[in-house]
T-cell receptor, first 115, second 111 residues
Framework: GAGVSQSPSNKVTEKGKDVELRCDPI?????LYWYRQRLGQGLEFLIY????????KSGLPSDRFSAERTGESVSTLTIQRTQQEDSAVYLC?????????????FGPGTRLTVT | DAKTTQPNSMESNEEEPVHLPCNHS???????IHWYRQLPSQGPEYVIH???SNVNNRMASLAIAEDRKSSTLILHRATLRDAAVYYC????????????FGSGTQLTVLP
């Protein structure tokens, strides 16, 4: 079946511009996660959505970052007034609520370059 | 989630078995041991998980020490496509929360 998809695959933007990154999770997956991975580094958690519960925003690095999720489907990560340090691959993952161990399925990521 | 410790890098020859170790001395009784891997330029992918007993699936085997303070991911015959960063992660049973990735083990497979 279809996996997690993300768009765009690559985004180049000028410093100070706003960007929106999109994630389409696997159908039926109620949990959705955003991570960031800077070049040569590990994954950093950003935000977590679970069904209709309030999202866990504890990983967002600043108030320039926000995310929304429409029901149990698409999510959008927005970065306002982008800075060069925002350059990274942004990864989205989803998982089933009924899975005991909640395996996460990752998308291919969006590579963001801020010039 | 409890902390895990892995070697930074390992090498293996193609078509030979690979044993990737992970230490998790502070593991609790309800923590599952998960392994994910990240191939170059891709998002991480789930490999295997276990609680107490050894586990096998089409990708790998997971050997868990009797005291659960360490585990080993076993790739029975490494291929060039297995070159990736392998992450050992502990997840509390019933927790759907985010994964906490460490630095993982960079596996290089030599032809």
């Amino acid at each position: 079946g279809a996996g997690v998809s993300q768009s765009p695959s690559n985004k180049v933007t000028e410093k100070g511009k706003d960007v929106e990154l999109r994630c389409d999770p696997i159908s039926g997956h109620t949990a959705l996660y955003w991570y960031r991975q800077r070049l040569g580094q590990g994954l950093e958690f950003l935000i977590y959505f679970q069904g209709n519960s309030a999202p866990d925003k504890s990983g967002l690095p600043s108030d320039r970052f926000s995310a929304e999720r429409t029901g149990e489907s698409v999510s959008t990560l927005t970065i306002q007034r982008t800075q060069q340090e925002d350059s990274a691959v942004y990864l989205c993952a989803s998982s089933l609520a009924s899975a005991i161990t909640y395996e996460q399925y990752f998308g291919p990521g969006t590579r963001l370059t801020v010039t | 989630d409890a902390k895990t410790t892995q070697p930074n890098s390992m090498e293996s020859n193609e078509e030979e078995p690979v044993h990737l170790p992970c230490n998790h001395s502070t593991i609790s009784g309800t923590d599952y041991i998960h392994w994910y891997r990240q191939l170059p330029s891709q998002g991480p992918e789930y490999v295997i998980h276990g609680l107490t007993s050894n586990v096998n699936n089409r990708m790998a085997s997971l050997a868990i020490a009797e005291d659960r303070k360490s585990s080993t991911l076993i790739l029975h015959r490494a291929t060039l496509r297995d070159a990736a960063v392998y992450y050992c992660i502990l997840r509390r049973s019933g927790s759907a929360r985010q994964l906490t990735f460490g630095s993982g083990t960079q596996l290089t497979v030599l032809p």
